[in-house]
Nanobody, 123 residues
């Protein structure tokens, strides 16, 4: 069984920094694009950062210049460094990965989600 386990999160003051990590485990053939979503109260879930297996990144304007997504392919882990945090960054953060596994049907492509971790930016 393939799963993503997130760690990090918590309470931070405005202007502060926080980091998240998300590790994939299981019988993984390949980890393709990984990303971070967030879901704030009263808002739709937002995809705000992605990173390909080759390391190419993409960010939404709302976090560009403040957040950094990175990955360690040897550890099957994606990271999110969040700086200059604002109150509007408060949300539940989820990691997501496009994962290739081998099943009885052959190579199978899965979309897997982490369990979510709460980030609260407040004084």
């Amino acid at each position: 069984q393939v799963q993503l386990v997130e760690s990090g999160g918590g309470l931070v003051q405005p202007g502060g920094s926080l980091s998240l990590s998300c590790a994939a485990s299981g019988s993984i053939v390949r980890l393709n694009t990984m990303g971070w979503y967030r879901h704030a109260p009263g808002k739709e879930r937002e995809l705000f950062a992605t990173i390909t297996s080759a390391g190419s990144t993409n960010y939404q304007d709302s976090v560009k210049g403040r957040f950094t997504i990175s990955r360690d392919n040897a550890k099957n882990t994606v990271y999110l460094q969040m700086n200059s945090l604002k109150s509007e960054d408060t949300a539940v953060y989820y990691c997501n990965a496009q994962i290739v596994v081998f099943t009885e049907r052959g190579l199978t492509y899965l979309e897997v989600w982490g369990q979510g971790t709460l980030v609260t930016v407040s004084s």
